[in-house]
């Protein structure tokens, strides 16, 4: 991992916070309990006195927005989001075949676990390019949602790739099928993930593995 830049781990799903001369910036907001996780993280790093400029999406699932008002609210962090999700951050996505039932679930979590509808201060399409950090490319790889986008940093052949799968040293394995809006796109998204010039990938769901080894064990979850 790059010294300026930190994953934040909670029991669900993982995000990530960038560092450059301007700030911090958040690769999603995370899930129960990513608030704190993030201020702890933040203050065993030292740098819990560095101002969140941004917020940038990869998708607009419940355990990815569920604090993202807040904490753009706390801080004053503009929000980059893809537009295909934009009924996700608002808070009546529809879902269709099979993920209907993460529809249900997220229905009856949203109310339970307080989640504030929100409007992108940026919309992110493929290609876009997002002037921090190192650089970014936006990159995206629809199937989980229709908006769903990775994040590259052309300079270390590295990408943030959000719910492309979940890596696991006993088990990798695509999102079920009841998370994914079009199922029918996972694979051509995998494939169009490795076609870049990778030296490793970041998954949200993954354990402590290098992004080399991330990268391996996509590579032979597509085979």
């Known amino acids: 991992m790059p010294p300026d ?10 995000f ?4 450059d001369a301007d700030g911090l ?4 907001g995370g899930f129960i309990g990513g608030v704190g996780r993030l201020k702890a993280t ?10 969140i400029r941004g917020i940038i999406l990869t998708h607009g699932h419940l355990d990815h927005i569920l604090n993202v008002a807040a904490i753009a609210r706390e801080t004053g962090a503009w929000i980059a989001a893809p537009r ?3 009924a996700h951050y608002a808070g009546r996505a529809e879902y269709r075949g099979w993920s209907r039932v993460a529809g249900l679930l997220e229905g009856v979590g949203k109310p339970l676990l307080g989640f504030e509808p929100f409007t992108p ?26 908006g769903h986008t990775g994040y590259l940093c ?13 890596s696991y040293r006993r088990f990798s394995h695509a999102p079920p099928g009841i998370l994914n809006s079009s199922p029918e796109l996972m694979r ?19 354990d402590e593995a290098s992004p080399a080894e991330h990268l391996g064990r996509l590579r032979n979850l597509s085979h």
């Not at 270390?156 to 719910?163: A, E, I, K, N, Y």
Request: glycine letters at 10%.
């Open 5 to 14: 830049c930190l994953r934040i781990r909670t029991p669900w799903v993982g």
């Open 16 to 19: 990530h916070v960038l560092k």
């Open 188 to 206: 051509l998204s995998m494939i169009r993930a490795q076609s870049l010039d990778l030296n490793g990938v970041l998954p949200n769901h993954g």
């Open 121 to 146: 201060d940026r919309w992110i399409g493929d290609g876009d390019r997002l002037d921090l950090w190192k650089g970014l490319r936006a990159v995206h790889l629809p199937g989980h949602t229709d």
């Open 154 to 166: 052309e300079d270390l052949g590295l990408l943030f790739c959000g719910d492309l799968f979940a």
């Open 84 to 86: 295909q999700d934009a």
């Open 25 to 28: 910036y958040l690769l999603d």
């Open 42 to 51: 933040l203050a065993r790093q030292h740098w819990q006195n560095e101002r």
